[in-house]
């Protein structure tokens, strides 16, 4: 859950922590004290667009940090350890927006793209209001909402894996159809090429050992005078040469270490050089036997090095790389032969795994519409409760026109709505003013919440054109949301602040240089305070203080009764 927020020189915010706890928050505040503000900064440390104009006046850049608490939220940890982001139980959000309108983004300061913070925020935070970019709006959030409210995710699995196996020997047959089309003038051509290689019939490195013979026999006159000229130096030359000077020096110093000790150190390192001397000669006379100086054999070499440049050259590749072409010619030609083998047993394959997915599918199909007919009902009584009386919610699920698997079944799923007597349920995106979606948000919110995934949800005035016991409603249905998930509500009414067990205030402080937001924490008086300026304006007489003295004190004998209950 989201436990802190940090914000510097962002809009009118000079520098801002608020700490939340779980359980129901609300805020409050004059209209344009800077609730909107908050969530804005929020959005952005959840992926949204940055925009240079939230930058405060006169500041270079600002900065938002929110602190998440993981300790519950396993899912959260696999998807930060994949990405390799994870740092224990505490995740740390972080954007800077710069006063030319570029942004940077963290995830437990590394950076990332804003589309990772999209990605993992959708996982930690929901925010309800009155947006275009509301999530329930989306068929994607519909169907899931429905299969995490009929705990599906078993069967999904069990689907996904026989689509993906479907959705393989699928592209594995388009393949060989494919090559089908020039499938005989394909085989031929590659016979050809072959033929041409298994000629050659190279071995595996030839190319280099005939490489590297060829430069030997280029000079092989050179080598053998050098050889030659070696020899002589270290021994051959009978005036002068290596291994007769350091003989003789050897003897000489043998003689005087009788007058001086010191010199007989110096036979050990001369006596070797005298056998290493000896060795080299031995390798050097024989390297010079054998040297090969038959011009008939270079001869033999330039053409077989000739024959496989022109070959790589025909085939666009390196010289080295012929053996490695040939093989793998060899292995398109025997699958190509063979495609029809391995068409028949992938065409099996693949009906298998299509028969196995539409069982399935159906399996799961007529588990949507069981949870669909539970989720229709539980949503339109709570949205009877809301203040829409004649509220009818329905989740249609049918099966898709089309016979192609699909990842998420064969069902198209979608959430209808009326909120009017006498008139036909459409399409939730049609029919549903920002107020309404709202409030059908959250009642859907209520019923699912403890199938749904994510651990904090923000209300942003869903309480917006309803007023009295239907304001004490949504108080209630956002406080029962509290008890299984963290809650942050906005709201202008006194019965839903009523209902907050933290309660923040937002205000504004204007001077003649600047206006700042300022934030707190609502004691038990303060609150008193504040309800009633939300029921009075701005002339609070003693009634108004005493209304909200007994809002608050029922609120609290309530909640004292549940829990004993």
Not at 410 to 420: D, R
Not at 519 to 547: D, F, P, V, W, Y
């Amino acid at each position: 859950m989201l436990t802190s927020l940090h914000i510097k020189d962002f809009a009118i915010i000079d520098e801002l922590e608020i700490d939340i706890s779980s359980g129901m928050t609300v805020l409050t505040g004059e209209t344009g004290a800077g609730k909107s503000i908050l969530l804005d900064a929020l959005g952005l440390l959840l992926g949204d667009r940055a925009d240079s104009d939230t930058v405060r006046h006169g500041c270079k850049r600002a900065e938002l940090n929110a602190l998440f608490d993981l300790s519950l939220l396993d899912n959260v940890r696999h998807w930060l350890t994949e990405h390799a982001l994870d740092q224990g139980d505490e995740c740390i959000l972080r954007r800077v927006i710069m006063g030319e309108g570029r942004s940077r983004a963290y995830i437990n300061g590394t950076p990332v793209p804003a589309q990772s913070l999209r990605l993992l925020g959708e996982q930690l935070v929901d925010i309800h209001g009155q947006h275009e970019h509301q999530s329930l709006m989306k068929r994607s959030t519909q169907r899931e909402l429905l299969d995490n409210y009929g705990n599906h995710h078993k069967i999904l699995q069990q689907l996904q894996t026989r689509f993906l196996s479907w959705q393989d020997c699928d592209l594995k047959i388009s393949e060989i159809l494919g090559q089908d089309t020039d499938r005989e003038s394909r085989l031929e051509f590659l016979r050809f090429q072959l033929n041409e290689l298994d000629e050659m019939a190279l071995e595996d490195g030839e190319i280099e050992t005939l490489q590297d013979e060829l430069k030997r026999l280029s000079n092989a006159e050179r080598l053998l005078s050098s050889s030659q000229e070696g020899l002589d130096l270290l021994f051959d030359n009978e005036n002068l040469n290596a291994h007769d000077l350091i003989s003789k020096t050897l003897a000489t110093l043998d003689e005087l270490g009788k007058l001086d000790e010191t010199l007989t150190t110096l036979h050990e390192p001369l006596n070797t050089a005298l056998i290493q001397i000896e060795d080299a000669v031995e390798r050097l006379r024989d390297y010079r036997d054998h040297l090969n100086l038959e011009p008939d054999r270079q001869q033999v070499v330039e053409q077989r090095l000739d024959m496989a440049h022109n070959l790589a050259r025909k085939h666009r590749t390196d010289v080295t790389e012929l053996l490695s072409l040939q093989q793998t010619l060899q292995h398109d030609l025997g699958q190509l032969e063979q495609a029809e083998e391995i068409l028949q047993s992938l065409e099996k394959q693949r009906d298998n795994a299509r028969d196995e997915y539409f069982d399935i599918a159906d399996t799961l199909y007529k588990k949507r519409q069981k949870s669909a007919k539970k989720l229709s009902s539980a949503v339109s009584d709570s949205m009877q409760e809301l203040g829409m009386t004649s509220g009818r919610f329905i989740v249609d699920v049918h099966k898709r026109t089309t016979d192609t698997p699909s990842r998420h079944g064969m069902n198209e799923i979608e959430f209808l709505v009326t909120a009017n007597p006498g008139q036909p349920e459409k399409a939730i995106t049609k029919v549903a003013s920002g107020g309404e979606l709202s409030r059908i948000s959250l009642a859907i919110q209520v019923i699912a919440a403890k199938a749904l995934q994510i651990p904090t949800l923000v209300f942003d005035e869903v309480d917006s054109g309803v007023g009295g016991s239907v304001a004490e409603t949504v108080g209630y249905q956002l406080r029962a949301l509290g008890t299984n998930r963290q809650v942050l509500c906005v709201t202008h009414l006194p019965q839903v602040a009523a209902q907050g067990e933290t309660h923040l205030q937002v205000s504004k402080k204007a001077t003649d240089s600047s206006t700042r937001t300022h934030i707190q924490q609502l004691s038990n008086e303060q609150r008193t305070e504040e309800i009633a300026r939300m029921l009075g304006g701005r002339k609070i007489t003693k009634s108004t203080r005493q209304h909200a003295r007994e809002m608050l004190g029922l609120t609290t004998t309530e909640k004292q009764i549940k829990g004993s209950a």
